[in-house]
Each structure stands twice: as structure tokens, then as C-alpha cells.
């Protein structure tokens, strides 16, 4: 597919905001950590910025956003449509909670608003990634690995923005936080390869399967299906050269889950750690945008079969 910069920043910005508000509702369901009233409206805030910004550059790639309002309306059908309601109702918990926090209301509201607003981060981010991997006629996002990854960048990169702005109060990962955060970006390592190494390996299809003859019989096109190139074949018939694909595939694994382990291994014993959790931070969201854009090109319509 024909990568879109907006779908990308917009996945990408989003997830890391719905990763940092899923941490912190996690944080007032639970309340392990006091928090300054102004330092947690400061952290919701730039969540609920990421979130908003990426919502709007999503609407970039709309050829008429005003009418972006109609996909609301297929909600029971359309992934599409279930990510636009929980987009829009997850800021009711959200500015609920930081409601309660200005007023100095740290009880059971404000508890079940925050288990409520990291249910509906995660849902949110969970419908975006349904989106595709929905999608049997796209066999590379109709992937089971898909919704898992979307979920651990979503919370791996909010949850370093919000470790990072922890650490400039002095705050310190215990052990326990560190190994957790070290295994979640070595799943995400793993579960990139192996989605890489599975498109890699799947049986190409030809024009003879997509008949239903054995692959290798000799199909010839009498003329092509059309006259003119249709949105399907400018949208989906992007072709990425290999070895680009693995010089991408090598920066986005070292720049998503490398140099954030890396990060998190000698971040505890450094005096400034802020710096270093700022760095992995940076690094994820980087690697985000290239697994992201990797996610789409690599991607190919099954309808490009009935073209050489």
C-alpha cells in the first residue's frame, strides 16, 4: 500500500496518547504513587494533546473531512466507526479524572474513572488495530501479531513519556517496573520478527491461484481488467523494493526495542536518568513511524494477483 504520512502520525501520536492515559487511569484506579495536582494535569494534558493530534491528522488523508462525522454511524459493523466512538468517549473519563484531581477528589470516583479510562485506551487502540487486521483482503495485516503490536508500542512509547516526566521528580524505576517494561520490549522484538518472517514465507500468489489452477500453471491475460488505473491498484499496488525492506525492517527493531532495553539496562545506575528515558522515548516514536510506514507499504491488495 501506498504509505500515508497522516495514517501514520496519526497511529503513531495516538498510540503513544492512549498508551500514557492508560497508565495513568491505571495509576488513580490504584493511586501506588502520590502525584502533585498540577505535575498529573500536566501529564494529561499532553496525553490528551498526542491524542488530539493525531486524531486531526488523521483527517488528512479524508478526500472530504467534513464528512468524516458519517463513518460514526456504522459503528456495528465497521471497525472504522468503533474507533471513532471510543475516540471521542474516552476523553469523557479522561477530563472527568482531571476534574476530580483539581478539586482534590481522590476517591472512589475518581478510582472508577481510572480503571475506565485505561479500559477505554486500550479499546481504542485495540479498534484501530482491528481496522486492519480485519482485512482478509489485505493477507499481510490479516495477522493475529498485528493487534498484540499495536498494543505494546501503544503502551511501551506512553509509558516511557510518562516514566521520562516521572524521573524530572525525582522518581526512579524500581526493579520490578524495569523488567516488566525489558519483557514487553523483547515480546515486541519477537513478535515483529516473526510478523516479518511470516509475510516473508507465505506462497506468492499468482494469476494461476487466483483462478484456482495449481501455482506455476501458465495464465495469460488476454487484456489487462481495466482501461485505467482504479484507487485499489494507486492505493495497494506499491511495490518496496527488498532490500530496502531490511534495512527498514534492521532500524525499526534497534530503534523500537534495542536502544530502549539499552536504555532501560543502564538507565537505573546513571545520575541523570531523565536524559536517558527522554532518549528511549524519542527512540520508540521513531521506530514507530518506520515499523508504521513498513506496516503499510509492505502491504499489497489481493487484487494486484490479476497484474504482473
Given at each position: 500500500?501506498?504509505?500515508?504520512?497522516?495514517?501514520?502520525?496519526?497511529?503513531?501520536?495516538?498510540?503513544?496518547?492512549?498508551?500514557?492515559?492508560?497508565?495513568?487511569?491505571?495509576?488513580?484506579?490504584?493511586?501506588?504513587?502520590?502525584?502533585?495536582?498540577?505535575?498529573?494535569?500536566?501529564?494529561?494534558?499532553?496525553?490528551?494533546?498526542?491524542?488530539?493530534?493525531?486524531?486531526?491528522?488523521?483527517?488528512?488523508?479524508?478526500?472530504?473531512?467534513?464528512?468524516?462525522?458519517?463513518?460514526?454511524?456504522?459503528?456495528?459493523?465497521?471497525?472504522?466507526?468503533?474507533?471513532?466512538?471510543?475516540?471521542?468517549?474516552?476523553?469523557?473519563?479522561?477530563?472527568?479524572?482531571?476534574?476530580?484531581?483539581?478539586?482534590?477528589?481522590?476517591?472512589?470516583?475518581?478510582?472508577?474513572?481510572?480503571?475506565?479510562?485505561?479500559?477505554?485506551?486500550?479499546?481504542?487502540?485495540?479498534?484501530?488495530?482491528?481496522?486492519?487486521?480485519?482485512?482478509?483482503?489485505?493477507?499481510?495485516?490479516?495477522?493475529?501479531?498485528?493487534?498484540?503490536?499495536?498494543?505494546?508500542?501503544?503502551?511501551?512509547s506512553g509509558g516511557l513519556i510518562v516514566m521520562t516526566l516521572l524521573s524530572l521528580t525525582g522518581w526512579r524505576p524500581s526493579i520490578a517496573v524495569s523488567y516488566i517494561a525489558a519483557a514487553s520490549l523483547l515480546a515486541l522484538a519477537g513478535l515483529k520478527l516473526s510478523y516479518w518472517l511470516s509475510i516473508n514465507t507465505d506462497q506468492p500468489v499468482d494469476r494461476a491461484s487466483a483462478v484456482g489452477l495449481p501455482a506455476g500453471s501458465d495464465v495469460r491475460a488476454f487484456e489487462r481488467p481495466h482501461t485505467e488505473q482504479s484507487f485499489i491498484t494507486r492505493e495497494m499496488g506499491f511495490v518496496l523494493a527488498r532490500k530496502h525492506a531490511r534495512v527498514l525492517r534492521l532500524i525499526a527493531i534497534v530503534m523500537s526495542a534495542l536502544l530502549p532495553l539499552l536504555a532501560l539496562l543502564i538507565g537505573t545506575r546513571l545520575v541523570s536518568l531523565s536524559s536517558v528515558l527522554a532518549g528511549a522515548a524519542a527512540a520508540i516514536l521513531f521506530g514507530a513511524v518506520i515499523e508504521r510506514w513498513l506496516f503499510f507499504a509492505e502491504a499489497r491488495h489481493v487484487v494486484m494477483r490479476y497484474y504482473p
Open positions: 500500500m501506498k504509505p500515508a504520512f497522516s495514517v501514520i502520525f496519526f497511529t503513531t501520536l495516538s498510540g503513544a496518547g492512549y498508551g500514557m492515559l492508560f497508565w495513568l487511569g491505571l495509576h488513580y484506579a490504584w493511586q501506588p504513587l502520590p502525584l502533585s495536582r498540577e505535575f498529573a494535569l500536566i501529564l494529561f494534558a499532553l496525553a490528551l494533546a498526542l491524542v488530539s493530534i493525531g486524531l486531526f491528522s488523521s483527517l488528512l488523508h479524508l478526500g472530504r473531512p467534513a464528512r468524516a462525522w458519517r463513518a460514526l454511524s456504522q459503528w456495528q459493523s465497521s471497525w472504522l466507526s468503533r474507533e471513532g466512538m471510543l475516540a471521542m468517549t474516552s476523553y469523557a473519563p479522561a477530563l472527568g479524572l482531571m476534574a476530580l484531581i483539581w478539586l482534590g477528589a481522590l476517591a472512589l470516583p475518581a478510582q472508577a474513572l481510572g480503571g475506565l479510562l485505561a479500559l477505554m485506551a486500550l479499546a481504542t487502540v485495540s479498534a484501530t488495530a482491528m481496522i486492519y487486521a480485519s482485512l482478509r483482503t489485505v493477507p499481510a495485516w490479516h495477522d493475529w501479531r498485528v493487534l498484540p503490536v499495536y498494543l505494546l508500542y501503544a503502551l511501551l
